[in-house]
């Protein structure tokens, strides 16, 4: 389990608290969705927990074992992150760049085995874009470099999957097959996802937990049901919203009577 235990943080030399007191915990198999309005701490409580930022009060353990403390190697072992931006040095090929995910087992002076070459196919595979294999990172869309980050993340095979707005980039289709997928490798690979996303429809589609941050502080934290719900939603972003629902799910979408 992840547990995010009292998670206060400050920029080095300023006063003010990006987060405060942020608590929730994360089980493997669960999908956690942090959503929440442009500059409310999502991408900063990501680099806390994926060990960007360490100078935080309160804590992050995994397994019970305080985060902060893991070594680059262990940090490696047990989170697979998947960043908004990245752009390599070189002019690596899909394939390459899908390969260095699986840096943790091929050892520094070694070259990637047959077994890492077919895990890395394997992931383009789970994501749709085997086909660019040999084509060069730099020349493919900015939704295909989304797809390869993720694939290189799944190779990994580390029990902590973290995703930062990992649909940016994407098509409405793609968007709904990747999110599909990692909900799917979450159930089958017993893995612990956290995300961050902007869309509420999404996140109640693909979560079992929302966390709902508002001005660094966690507004509101339960399932879909509890937390994409017009009450809740007005207040964070502060626009009017409407919902549709079916027995299945709420759809929310904003009144344009504004
Ligand atoms: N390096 C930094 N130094 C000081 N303040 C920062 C720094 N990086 C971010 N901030 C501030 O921290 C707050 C939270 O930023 P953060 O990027 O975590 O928000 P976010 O919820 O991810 O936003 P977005 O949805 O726009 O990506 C913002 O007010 C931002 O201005």
């Not at 086909?131 to 190779?155: C, M, N, P, W």
Request: aromatic share 8%.
């Amino acid at each position: 389990m992840l547990e995010v235990k009292n998670l206060t943080f400050k920029h080095k030399g300023e006063n003010r608290e990006i987060l405060r007191e942020i608590i929730f915990t994360a089980s493997p198999k669960e999908i956690i969705t942090i959503l929440g309005p442009n500059g409310a701490g999502k991408s900063t409580l990501f680099k806390c927990i994926s060990g960007i930022w360490n100078d935080y009060e309160g804590e992050i353990r995994f397994q019970g074992e305080r985060v902060d403390k893991f070594s680059f190697e262990r940090r490696a072992k047990f989170f697979a992150i998947v960043p908004q931006e990245h752009e390599p040095p070189f002019s690596y090929s899909v394939l390459d760049v899908v390969l260095t995910g699986r840096a943790s087992y091929i050892g520094l002076f070694s070259s990637p085995k047959r077994e890492d070459y077919e895990k890395a196919e394997e992931a383009l595979e789970l994501v749709g874009i085997k086909h660019l294999k040999d084509k060069a990172y730099t020349k493919i869309s900015g939704g295909e470099r989304q797809l390869t980050l993720i694939a290189r993340a799944l190779v990994q095979e580390a029990p902590v999957l973290l995703l930062d707005e990992p649909t940016s980039h994407l098509d409405f289709r793609n968007q709904v097959i990747v999110l599909n997928t990692v909900k799917k490798l979450a159930k089958e690979k017993n893995l612990t996802v956290i995300m961050t996303l902007h869309d509420p429809n999404l996140a109640s589609l693909f979560s079992d937990k929302i966390v709902v941050l508002k001005k660094g502080k966690v507004f509101h934290n339960g399932c879909p049901s509890e937390v994409i719900k017009k009450e809740i939603l007005e207040k964070v972003y502060e626009i009017p919203i409407e919902t549709l629902n079916n027995e299945k799910l709420t759809f929310v979408y904003p009144n344009l009577e504004i």
